[in-house]
């Protein structure tokens, strides 16, 4: 028996920095979805071209203009959504800008300023959204939110500030995830990967034509968009979706070594138990960690009296 396919009649989601690019593609297939959109980006014309195309198909769309860098961008922007289709059901945190640059050529002088642009639209962006938006949500008992991250927190030179942030936005997910499912609202984090602006001919490289074909922001919206409907289980979660490709990352803890009596020796002498993520466990929280990560080493009755084992 098939089952019904997805779909998203009554429901209002805010999609930021929607005017281009992946924001651009969440707005439209959510649109598609049967969705109402509120497009939000701060290039009006952009904005407005995507609202365009979403009416033209039938679809109800509104631009909103408002950088989501101030408190006041982001009330503003709930003000204008709210007042147009009387709740909202979803927000897909996607604005961004990006600024390479070694954190070695940085200054005390120019290195602040650039993890303030980078900090402001990227982990103070999401709160601006929801600080006006999360009461709705509890209030009506629902909501799904979909934080944007990056695959730069892996490791990325010359991306210190953004990779920072992009972090932030994973550990703020989390929380969020806490508080939200006593209310039906739930929170979960993409590192989405897709080429979106015209780039040089890679035609010669290993792995361009792969790229070229699948690594798209139309390939990545359908994992963003599960994440978004009423049917996704997951709260909490962080996956990678590059292209076409959607994998579950996990925060994971390795056994460890437990000495009650540590010396810097003793974490030299047992590094290989330190960092066996053979029998990892995977937190939900940071009371879970505590119960099934950390308390179970303190029960063994060889180690409750610093001795090793």
């Given amino acids: 028996m098939a089952l019904s396919s997805l779909r998203f009649e009554g429901r209002t989601a805010v999609v930021t920095g929607a005017g281009q690019g992946l924001g651009r593609a969440y707005a439209l297939l959510l649109a598609e979805r049967g969705a109402q959109v509120?497009?939000?980006?701060?290039?009006?014309?952009?904005?407005?071209?995507?609202?365009?195309?979403?009416?033209?198909?039938?679809?109800?769309?509104?631009?909103?203009?408002?950088?989501?860098?101030?408190?006041?961008?982001?009330?503003?922007?709930?003000?204008?959504?709210?007042?147009?289709?009387?709740?909202?059901?979803?927000?897909?945190?996607?604005?961004?800008?990006?600024?390479?640059?070694?954190?070695?050529?940085?200054?005390?002088?120019?290195?602040?300023?650039?993890?303030?642009?980078?900090?402001?639209?990227?982990?103070?962006?999401?709160?601006?959204?929801?600080?006006?938006?999360?009461?709705?949500?509890?209030?009506?008992?629902?909501?799904?939110?979909?934080?944007?991250?990056?695959?730069?927190?892996?490791?990325?030179?010359?991306?210190a500030a953004y990779a920072a942030c992009k972090a932030g936005v994973m550990g703020l997910t989390r929380t969020l995830a806490r508080e939200g499912r006593y209310h039906g609202v739930q929170v979960n984090c993409a590192l989405p990967w897709a080429v979106t602006d015209k780039s040089p001919d890679r035609s010669g490289e290993e792995f361009g034509p792969i790229i070229d074909a699948h690594i798209t922001a139309e390939s990545v919206a359908p994992a963003v968009i599960w994440l978004a409907h009423e049917d996704c289980p997951a709260t909490g979660e962080?996956?990678?979706?590059?292209?076409?490709?959607?994998?579950?990352?996990?925060?994971?803890?390795?056994?460890?070594?437990?000495?009650?009596?540590p010396t810097p020796e003793s974490y030299r002498d047992n590094w290989d138990e330190v960092i066996d993520l053979t029998n990892f466990t995977v937190p939900k929280s940071t009371n879970d960690h505590m119960q099934r990560s950390v308390m179970p080493h303190f029960q063994h009755p060889a180690r409750r009296f610093g001795i090793n084992s």
């Fill in 38 to 159: 509120v497009v939000n980006d701060i290039v009006a014309e952009v904005a407005d071209a995507v609202v365009a195309e979403i009416t033209a198909a039938g679809g109800a769309a509104l631009a909103d203009h408002h950088s989501v860098t101030t408190p006041e961008g982001g009330v503003a922007l709930a003000e204008q959504a709210l007042d147009a289709f009387g709740t909202v059901h979803i927000v897909i945190n996607n604005a961004g800008v990006n600024r390479a640059a070694q954190f070695a050529a940085m200054t005390p002088e120019s290195g602040p300023e650039l993890f303030e642009e980078m900090i402001a639209i990227h982990l103070m962006g999401p709160c601006h959204v929801l600080w006006p938006l999360w009461p709705t949500m509890v209030e009506q008992g629902y909501g799904r939110v979909v934080n944007v991250s990056s695959g730069a927190v892996w490791g990325l030179r010359g991306q």
């Fill in 238 to 261: 962080s996956f990678t979706v590059d292209g076409p490709r959607m994998a579950r990352l996990a925060w994971i803890a390795s056994p460890g070594h437990t000495d009650l009596n």
